[in-house]
């Protein structure tokens, strides 16, 4: 059974940084493409970042595009999400996930392992 725990969530303010980590157990997710989602009060998840199994390829959400740099550190089975200049509309529950497949995935649906999310907060 893979556990995926996200932990780096916060309160912080407009233009603030934060680093969100996702800790594997239960198996190597090395051949797995990562995947950051999240959620925000009233709406649906939307994906935010994603990166393939080796870390060559990433890719983004518009709205996130040149302040959101996702990662992945295979020796230690963890992903992350580092976020810069944070805006009130980031404000959500961030959720990493691992993917059935190794290349790229923009998409909810390839990801069946879930952590259960870590809130971020940003005032303005």
């Known amino acids: 059974q893979v556990q995926l725990i996200e932990s780096g969530g916060g309160l912080v303010q407009a233009g603030d940084s934060l680093r969100l980590s996702c800790s594997a157990s239960?198996?190597?997710?090395?051949?797995?493409?990562m995947g950051w989602f999240r959620q925000a009060p009233g709406k649906e998840r939307e994906f935010v970042a994603a990166?393939?199994?080796?870390?060559?390829?990433?890719g983004y959400a518009d709205s996130v595009k040149g302040r959101f740099t996702i990662s992945r550190d295979n020796l230690k089975n963890t992903a992350y999400l580092q976020m810069n200049s944070l805006k009130v509309e980031d404000t959500a529950v961030y959720y990493c996930a691992a993917s059935r497949f190794s290349d790229l995935q923009v998409e909810s649906k390839p990801y069946h392992y879930w952590g259960q999310g870590t809130q971020v907060t940003v005032s303005s």
């Open positions: 239960g198996r190597a997710l090395i051949s797995d493409a």
């Open positions: 990166i393939n199994w080796i870390g060559s390829e990433t």
